[in-house]
Nanobody
Framework: QVQLVESGGGLVQAGGSLRLSCAASGRISGYAMGWFRQAPGNEREFVAAISRSGGSTGYADSVKGRFTISRENAKNTVYLQMNSLKPEDTAVYYC??????????????????WGQGTQVTVSS
Protein backbone atom coordinates (compact mmCIF):
# COMPACT_ATOMS: atom_id res chain seq x y z
CA GLN A 1 0.00 0.00 0.00
CA VAL A 2 3.00 2.28 0.51
CA GLN A 3 5.93 2.45 -1.90
CA LEU A 4 9.44 2.92 -0.52
CA VAL A 5 12.53 4.13 -2.38
CA GLU A 6 16.00 4.01 -0.83
CA SER A 7 18.85 6.30 -1.86
CA GLY A 8 22.27 7.42 -0.64
CA GLY A 9 24.24 4.23 -1.08
CA GLY A 10 27.68 4.16 -2.64
CA LEU A 11 31.34 3.29 -2.26
CA VAL A 12 33.15 4.52 0.85
CA GLN A 13 36.44 3.75 2.60
CA ALA A 14 36.53 2.04 5.98
CA GLY A 15 36.03 4.58 8.74
CA GLY A 16 33.91 6.81 6.54
CA SER A 17 30.26 7.82 6.80
CA LEU A 18 27.16 7.55 4.65
CA ARG A 19 23.53 8.59 5.12
CA LEU A 20 20.77 6.51 3.58
CA SER A 21 17.30 7.89 2.91
CA CYS A 22 13.99 6.09 2.48
CA ALA A 23 11.30 8.15 0.77
CA ALA A 24 7.70 6.96 0.97
CA SER A 25 4.86 7.54 -1.49
CA GLY A 26 2.57 8.81 1.26
CA ARG A 27 2.46 9.78 4.92
CA ILE A 28 4.45 7.44 7.15
CA SER A 29 3.19 8.45 10.59
CA GLY A 30 1.05 5.30 10.71
CA TYR A 31 4.01 2.96 10.11
CA ALA A 32 6.81 1.66 12.23
CA MET A 33 9.93 1.61 10.06
CA GLY A 34 13.08 -0.46 9.83
CA TRP A 35 16.32 -0.97 7.97
CA PHE A 36 17.65 -4.39 6.96
CA ARG A 37 20.66 -5.47 4.92
CA GLN A 38 21.72 -8.45 2.84
CA ALA A 39 25.27 -9.35 1.81
CA PRO A 40 26.01 -11.82 -1.02
CA GLY A 41 25.36 -15.38 0.13
CA ASN A 42 23.76 -14.26 3.39
CA GLU A 43 20.21 -13.97 4.68
CA ARG A 44 18.63 -10.57 5.07
CA GLU A 45 19.39 -9.29 8.57
CA PHE A 46 18.05 -6.63 10.90
CA VAL A 47 19.93 -3.34 11.22
CA ALA A 48 17.69 -0.78 12.97
CA ALA A 49 14.06 0.01 13.76
CA ILE A 50 12.07 3.06 14.82
CA SER A 51 8.56 3.41 16.22
CA ARG A 52 5.74 5.34 14.55
CA SER A 53 6.45 8.60 16.37
CA GLY A 54 10.21 8.09 16.64
CA GLY A 55 10.13 7.68 20.41
CA SER A 56 11.67 4.20 20.42
CA THR A 57 14.61 2.82 18.45
CA GLY A 58 16.49 -0.44 18.33
CA TYR A 59 19.72 -1.64 16.73
CA ALA A 60 21.55 -4.82 15.88
CA ASP A 61 24.55 -5.34 18.16
CA SER A 62 26.85 -5.19 15.14
CA VAL A 63 25.92 -1.56 14.40
CA LYS A 64 25.06 -0.18 17.84
CA GLY A 65 26.98 3.01 18.55
CA ARG A 66 27.83 3.53 14.88
CA PHE A 67 24.45 3.76 13.12
CA THR A 68 21.50 6.02 13.92
CA ILE A 69 17.96 5.64 12.59
CA SER A 70 15.69 8.68 12.48
CA ARG A 71 12.53 9.86 10.79
CA GLU A 72 10.92 13.07 9.58
CA ASN A 73 7.25 12.26 9.30
CA ALA A 74 6.47 15.66 7.79
CA LYS A 75 8.77 14.73 4.87
CA ASN A 76 7.64 11.09 4.76
CA THR A 77 11.27 10.06 5.02
CA VAL A 78 13.34 7.72 7.19
CA TYR A 79 17.12 7.97 7.50
CA LEU A 80 20.00 5.73 8.46
CA GLN A 81 23.16 7.60 9.41
CA MET A 82 26.13 5.23 9.20
CA ASN A 83 29.44 6.23 10.79
CA SER A 84 32.73 4.39 11.31
CA LEU A 85 31.88 2.06 8.46
CA LYS A 86 33.59 -1.33 8.24
CA PRO A 87 34.05 -3.70 5.28
CA GLU A 88 31.61 -6.05 7.05
CA ASP A 89 28.89 -3.42 6.55
CA THR A 90 28.99 -4.02 2.79
CA ALA A 91 25.51 -5.10 1.69
CA VAL A 92 22.33 -4.05 -0.04
CA TYR A 93 20.33 -2.00 2.45
CA TYR A 94 16.54 -2.20 2.47
CA CYS A 95 13.92 0.05 4.03
CA UNK A 96 10.75 -1.58 5.38
CA UNK A 97 7.39 -0.47 6.80
CA UNK A 98 5.19 -2.19 9.40
CA UNK A 99 1.52 -1.24 9.20
CA UNK A 100 0.10 -3.13 12.18
CA UNK A 101 2.34 -2.44 15.20
CA UNK A 102 3.69 0.62 16.97
CA UNK A 103 7.25 -0.78 16.83
CA UNK A 104 8.26 -3.23 14.11
CA UNK A 105 11.05 -5.03 15.93
CA UNK A 106 13.94 -7.05 14.54
CA UNK A 107 12.16 -9.77 12.55
CA UNK A 108 11.79 -9.16 8.84
CA UNK A 109 8.58 -11.19 8.95
CA UNK A 110 6.98 -8.37 10.94
CA UNK A 111 7.20 -5.88 8.08
CA UNK A 112 4.64 -5.45 5.32
CA UNK A 113 6.30 -3.29 2.66
CA TRP A 114 9.83 -3.17 1.28
CA GLY A 115 11.93 -0.93 -0.92
CA GLN A 116 14.17 -2.10 -3.76
CA GLY A 117 17.39 -1.57 -1.83
CA THR A 118 20.53 0.52 -2.21
CA GLN A 119 24.08 -0.83 -2.42
CA VAL A 120 26.63 0.13 0.23
CA THR A 121 30.22 -0.94 -0.37
CA VAL A 122 32.95 -0.31 2.21
CA SER A 123 36.53 -0.78 1.07
CA SER A 124 39.66 -1.23 3.18
Amino acid sequence: QVQLVESGGGLVQAGGSLRLSCAASGRISGYAMGWFRQAPGNEREFVAAISRSGGSTGYADSVKGRFTISRENAKNTVYLQMNSLKPEDTAVYYCAADADTYYGGSSLLGYDYWGQGTQVTVSS
